[in-house]
């Protein structure tokens, strides 16, 4: 497998990893912030499933792991909007090989 | 972000795979069967942290996924060894993204 195949230094990163995108939401929240900033409902929509109380955990501890940042405007009601950070669009490669890895999961299992 | 950014159908193929791969421990059993075939108490070891239950119900689901194969063999008593498929093999990119990426958010969030 990895050239390191097994190395305690290579799960360690790994884990670090999953830790801070475990879950199933996470990555589907900054994919559907990789197009551009979002209001709570906007993403709330875009992500299939997803229910209310469970969106706005997943934004706070995305923003304290600095993967999103939280931008508050002085309108009139206030409006707050999401963005994706620098570090949350490094996580790009990763979201490309799950993709690929996605499909051919899916062709493997469900066998279409 | 990716070519296809914020399009429904990769979104959907993300899902798929976050899915099958859910929760903290999956790739780490993987990633400790990427060096060959190993027992029950062998990969308890290297994956550090993981309760006995805990693994005996990943097992089940990754086999479920076509991810790993358990092994009995016709020994007195008999031996089970657990072995990663081709299919599992096929996630060795994932693993290496998230193991880079893993490097780099630990360098943004603890600063070392």
């Not at 879950?23 to 559907?32: D, Y």
């Not at 706005?56 to 931008?71: G, I, Y």
């Not at 508050?72 to 690929?100: A, C, N, Q, R, W």
Request: charged letters at 30%.
């Amino acid at each position: 497998m990895l050239t390191t195949g097994g190395c305690p230094k290579t799960a360690l990163s790994i884990k670090d990893a999953l830790e801070a995108l475990e879950g199933r939401w996470k990555l589907l929240i900054l994919f559907a912030l990789s197009t551009g900033p979002k209001r709570f409902k906007q993403i709330s929509k875009e992500v299939t499933g997803i229910t209310d109380k469970t969106l706005s955990k997943e934004l706070k501890n995305l923003e304290a792991n600095k993967l999103l940042k939280r931008n508050v405007y002085d309108t009139f009601p206030p409006t707050v909007e999401y963005s994706i950070t620098e570090h949350g669009k490094s996580l790009e490669k990763v979201m490309e090989e799950l993709h690929f890895w996605g499909l051919a999961h899916r062709k493997e299992i469900i066998g279409n």
